[in-house]
């Protein structure tokens, strides 16, 4: 239970509705307790008329009950009169105690949907914190998991449960004190069956708490099941592999309803665990208060007193189990919540980070060494480069030889494991991780676009654009403009999930306007034009050399553009550079590089 502490922060700021929930529980199994006092002083009122009846003493137990059966008294009201008068104080008891209900479910359980709302938000925020490395070792599923299924059953804790708790509480304790008060004997008997129901509970509770745990983890395997099978539906189809998956998805499906259906059984056994401690109670109170009733009539109403305790604490009873497997599933889920937030992510801005304007676009690798930690693939090797600002650099190699590794070291996606990367002669890492990739405009291999309109996953990142020309030029040096004049609803057409309503060159022509509307210091272009033709990759990039005047651009790709003038080419090879130079200088060296723009300008000829 201790991994449900975490959550007193939110008890905290919403204390106003959490503590006066709490006082109008209590209020309400207050009034809930005073009906059967005053029934019972009723039933005694019956049994003085009878013959041979005693009259009835003034009740003392309870300040307000003895204060309505004073003023009974003390009015002086015929027989009749005084049933409806305590029929009547009944129904406004019970009036009240609805209104009371009420706002007890406006205070807890609106207090729980603002914590459901801060801690989802609170998740949400983590995320967006952790670094790559994460991504790479943790599922989609699990992922969305913990955003909808834990902080929802955490809800089910702060909402819910803990209004049956404080409820299930005051109810036992109220009517515990009244029964005890009355006949100790009696109410030691009557309540005797409750401990093994105690054990029965703690029992049971153990293995919910298990089961939960495991379910959990199930459910997080069957939801990245699914949406891997969401998001690869086109490669599923294309191998008509629809069977297989299938039978994959039935596997896991059958493994967590096995195990839920474990669950329900062992919960099962609450329910008429409940109802046998309950019955066993009911008997008892009626056969002991039978025996003393017989002996001395005047304990009638004491007897039906009682009788309606042991029903009023059914419910409370009968919901510990309930309860309490809320509670344990919460804590399960809590604790993964835990888990998840007391990741600290391996990037992070330093707090004496070096502030700056703007970036000139000179960038200096010395003596670098990155691994990636997942899979323990060596990407550079003790790697060295220097770019002068506003050069355009055009960097190849086979795949595997580095290239990618080079733009997300630096854009501070991952940080080598030696050596230092400079920019304007500042080493990134004392640099705000914010600030550096607002700074540059990285165009990625793996294009992503959201399910939105096309000016807004143009415009993503840019909060507002000063004028609607800037879109359209961007979209212009990226080729675009023409195909999206030709939509229906032109730059607010809406796109499908990642963009799966446009081809794959168009995704990347929007993807590059996307990163040229951003007007940054330094451009990374990796593998951006592989989806598109010969003809618009040429257009692309007459358009881009009157953009990238001045600026530092980096070209990543396994092809070499002809139509381009780069100021430096590197051929990377097994994370080092192999061969570096202009292209004429490579040409006359005539090695890596010569060999691919010859076979390369012998496919272009051909």
Known sequence: MKELAALNVFFWKYRFRFFTGILLVIATNYLAVLAPQITGYVVSLVQAKLPGGKP?????????????????ASNQFSFSSLITFCSITILALAIIRSVFMFFMRQTIIVMSRHIEFDQKNQVYAHYQKLDTEFYKTHSTGDLMNRMSEDVSRVRMYTGPSLM????????????????????????????????????TIYIVNSIINKKSEQIQEQLSDLTTNAQESYSGIRVIKSFVQEGAMLGFFKKNSELYRKNAVS????????????????????????FLGGIQAYQDPSKVGTII???????????????????????????????????FLSITPNIQTKVNFTDFSSLKGEIKFDHVNFIYPHSGVKALHDFDLQIQAGQKVLILGKTGAGKSSIAQLLTRMYDPNRGTIKIDGMDIRDLNVQDLRKAIGYVQQDVFLFSDSIKNNIQFGIHQVSENQSLIDATKTANV??????LNKEFETLIGERGTTLSGGQKQRVSIARTIIKKPSIYIFDDCLSAVDAKTEQSILTQLSKDLEGKTALFITHRIFFSFHFDLIIYLQEGNIAEMGTHESLLVKNGLYADLYKTQQSQKEG
Do not use: H
């Open 164 to 199: 049956y708790l404080i409820n299930l509480i005051s109810l036992i304790g109220f009517c515990l004190f009244n029964m005890f008060s009355k006949d100790v004997l009696l109410s030691l008997y009557v309540l005797s069956p409750l401990p093994i129901l105690a054990i």
């Open 481 to 486: 403009y023409q195909e999206i004049q030709q």
């Open 263 to 286: 669950l329900a059984k062992v919960e099962a056994i609450y329910t008429p665990s409940m109802s046998l401690m309950i019955g066993l109670s009911t008997l008892l109170t009626i």
């Open 305 to 339: 007193e009682f009788v309606i305790y042991i029903n009023m604490l059914t419910f409370p009873v009968s919901a510990i189990g309930w309860t309490a497997s809320m509670i344990q599933r919460a804590a399960a889920s809590q604790k993964r919540l835990n888990e």
């Open 56 to 72: 009835v003493s003034p009740i003392q137990e309870d300040l307000i009950v003895s204060y309505i059966t004073d003023l009974s």
